[in-house]
């Protein structure tokens, strides 16, 4: 016994031992080589995020979303846990001067020029904006501990003294994205918005004039003129970039929920009114959302000012100076791993920096500005730009041209039921099904799901559609939104009177009219789907398109439409949808489902029958669906595209301006730039000054 307790105790001796040891060991490596990984790691995650920071622009994939929220939250947090690395290594207190510690701390500087960020992305979202305060104090203090970890390793060392032009960049890169967050905050972005103050005529001069005459006798009567002059000054905007850029600056306030002046809605309605297609106009609004997205969300504000101009600059020229510098003097003090890690981040950061200027070579801001050079300067530029996109577009090192991902996402009610059969098996497996299914939908499916239709085709027809109606609908002022939208759809009776119903059923139950057009559609294109007209089909493209795009909308992004039940509607609808499904085996697919459907008989109303506990409108959709069947093909699916085409446009219209901000940083919506686009035709809200000044004139007799 005593034998097995000793041999127990050498046993677990030798086992502390070899941990000591082994821990030991893990301790001293943790010790030499953190700094270097956690520099590297912060150097690899700026790479990623100027790489992927301006693509999800125009790619509206999870992968990307994925990669670049977690390089963003990374990035900060990487360089912050390496400068407090730096603020606790332990110095040797035998040596008046340690080689290893100097040249680790003069990484500090690339950390603080690693937390400045790329110029591509500032912000993830919106809402990292108005944190800016917050990060202001953050920058500030990883200033503070960088300027004091050069103090701790200051010996009046070549390296010391170079660490000086770096702490310069880096303090104008944390300068750069402060300002940048805070001028895209909402508070400041308003105010930037708000005209000068317009204290209107002079009415306590007018009224001394009014009683000095009086006052000599004479009768006095006051009429007044209204200053409604619109000076339309489009005369040199044939280019879609000078439109954008001259009506950017005109409808930004749009961003910052303000309203615009009449003037402005009739110099921008006549441009647009007087564009043959839709292609042309959609053109100007990506345009100008491409630049309301670098504004809010990159540095292109501030870096194509004189001052960003001059930031950028300093800070190469700084970088440059520190590279060559850094290559001329002695390094045999140091260790060949730090010295080749300190021309990584060197090169790094200029690389960076290049790379940045060619992304900005090559952005619409920059094709702007050359208008306005001399021509000599202009040839240089583009070709500099030719040369970087030959070198580097090969290899899809540089972003793609595309301004917007031009895809709608897609979600159809019938195909979801199909899948979301009840699960054939005992009591308790159907539960456990049914609770998987449930926790999929509600935290999984709305962050996963993903099903895109491009929104370009040969002829543009979608936006042709939509431009056609839109263009139309702003001829007529003065009425509802719901009503202009539908005001130039038919001129006989029965047409005026449908389209004013359905005008009536949107304000009051726009998910309702969304679900059961959405089935309607869906059951009228199963029965039509043999026609071989050409139209015809792209009638049923165009209405499919959007009825599946305003689904999706309301299942993944029910606040872009107006408030209601819809996910309370959708669930009911789909329930009973399933209940019909499972009671006929052999309907395995979307057009035996709808077949079944449309042969219902609806000759009662489906609400005096079942009352309106259940929100279900999947018969409502039938009743709709017969309902048309009098209209010939062509005349059915183009009714059909233009109530899409008018909800679309109601809903862009209801959508609150951050929503719509929201967007653009995720590929863009088809649904804000519906909604820019009826800003410009003065289709809006937000065009409530109606008239100009009253010029008031004194009569006498």
Known sequence: MLIIVLSTLIFQHQQMTLIGISSERIRTIRNRWEVQVLVLLSLFLQMVLILLGKRRKYIPKNWIRIFLWVAYLSADWIATVSLGVLSRKEVAKTQSYEPDYVIMAFWAPFLLVHLGGPDTITAYSLEDNELWPRRLVELVVQLIVSLYVLSRSWVYTKVNFLAIPMLIAGIIKIGERIWVLRTASNDVFRDSMLPRPDPGPNYAKFMDGHDAKKAEGFKISVRTIIDTSTAVRHNNLSDPLDAASYFFSTFKPLFADLILS????????????????????????????????????????????????????????????????????????????????????????????????????????????????????????????????????????????????????????????????????????????????????????????????????????????????????????????????????GNDDETKKFFRDLAQSMEVDFDETILRWHIATDLCHYNDQDS??????????????????????????????????????????????????????????????????????????????????????????????????????????????????????????????????????????????????????????????????????????
């Open 532 to 701: 071989d007209a050409q139209n015809v089909k792209n009638l049923i493209r165009i209405s499919k398109l959007l009825s599946n795009y305003l689904v999706y909308l309301l299942v993944m992004y029910p606040y872009m439409l107006p408030s209601g039940i819809g996910q309370i509607r959708f669930q009911d609808t789909c329930a009973e949808a399933i209940e019909i499904i499972e009671e006929r085996e052999y309907i395995s697919d979307e057009k035996k489902a709808c077949e079944l459907l449309f042969k219902v008989n609806t000759e009662i109303l489906p609400s005096q029958i079942k009352g309106d506990r259940s929100k279900s409108v999947l018969f409502d959709a039938c009743i709709v669906a017969h309902s048309l069947q009098f209209l010939d093909t062509k005349q059915k699916w183009e009714r059909i595209s233009q109530v899409w085409v008018g909800m679309l446009s109601y809903a862009a219209s209801q959508c609150s301006w951050n929503y719509h901000a929201r967007r653009l940083s995720q590929g863009g919506e088809l649904l804000t730039h519906v909604w820019l686009l009826m800003a410009h035709l003065g289709i809006t809200k937000h065009f409530q000054i109606s008239r100009g000044h009253l010029r008031a004139k004194l009569f006498l007799s």
């Open 262 to 489: 009449f003037q402005d809605r009739e110099n921008s309605r006549s441009f647009f009114q007087q564009k043959n297609t839709g292609k042309e106009a959609f053109e100007v609004i990506e345009i100008e959302l491409g630049f309301m997205y670098d504004l809010l969300l990159t540095k292109a504000g501030l870096i194509h000012s004189w001052l960003g101009s001059i930031c950028r600059f300093v800070s190469l020229l700084c970088t440059i100076s520190t590279l060559i510098a850094f290559l001329i003097i002695d390094r045999n003090d140091y260790s060949t791993i730090d010295t080749s890690v300190t021309f990584l981040l060197l090169f790094g950061a200029i690389v960076l920096e290049i790379y940045a200027v060619i992304v900005l070579l090559s952005s619409d801001w920059t094709k702007l500005w050359q208008r306005k050079q001399k021509k000599p300067l202009v040839d240089l530029i583009s070709k500099a730009n030719s040369c970087f996109q030959s070198c580097f577009g090969s290899c899809k090192l540089l972003p793609l041209k595309d301004r917007w991902s031009e895809s709608v996402g897609q979600y159809n009610l019938m195909s979801h039921c199909i899948k979301c059969r009840s699960f054939k098996g005992s009591r308790t497996m159907k539960y456990i099904h049914e609770k998987l299914e449930k926790y999929w939908y509600q935290n999984l499916e709305k962050y996963w799901y993903q099903n895109l239709e491009p929104v370009r085709d040969e002829d543009e027809r979608l936006k042709e559609k939509i431009f056609e109606q839109l263009k139309n609908a702003s001829s007529i002022s003065d009425i509802r939104v719901s009503e202009q939208l539908f005001a130039y759809t």
